[in-house]
Structures are given as C-alpha cells and as structure tokens.
C-alpha cells in the first residue's frame, strides 16, 4: 500500500539549511573601511577577489558603505558585493 501525502504547505515549504554546511566569515563595514577576517580593507586597496567555484581576479575597492563594497576589476568591469556574501562565503577576498 503507497500513500501520497499532498498539502499547500508542503510545495511552499523552504528547503532545510544545516548549520555544517555554511561557513561564517567575519564581515563588517564600519566608517568606510571593511572588516574582513582580522583584515582592514579601504577604498583604494588592491585586493584579490575569490569567487566560489571560480577563478580569482585582481581588483581595486573603488567605494565602501554600510552593507556594500564596489570593485574595478582589471577588464575596467565594476562589481557590487555585499557584506552579506563575504559572510557566507560567496566571495573571498585578500589582499595582493
């Protein structure tokens, strides 16, 4: 005998997050430097930008705000991440 269980509840339910699989990294933007993993980053400082499952490029922190930084890559490409990702570990970032 198979029973099929079927309810709203169930198709709207978001997925399960076990705390093992997430790392948190230390991330915070305070007065327009960011806090990163025992590390100060300001605007103007050359960094090296690590993306989960992706190569690394070189950058330059063009801006740093409250929950953002902004990037100019060495192909003259902007980029906006925020502290948020840098948390979960989306982007890594060091400095060169």
């Not at 198979?2 to 948190?24: G, N, W």
């Amino acid at each position: 005998m198979v029973f099929i269980l079927s309810s709203p509840l169930m198709a709207h339910s978001p997925p399960t997050c076990r705390p093992s699989d997430r790392q948190q990294y230390s991330a915070r933007c305070e007065g327009g430097t960011l806090f990163y993993e025992g590390e100060r980053f300001s605007k103007g400082n050359t960094i090296l930008l690590e993306i989960k499952d992706d190569s690394a490029s070189q950058a330059v922190i063009t801006a740093v705000s409250t929950g953002e930084v902004w990037l100019r890559r060495t192909n003259g490409s902007k980029t906006k991440i925020y502290v948020s990702q840098l948390q979960k570990g989306k982007y890594t970032i060091r400095k060169v």
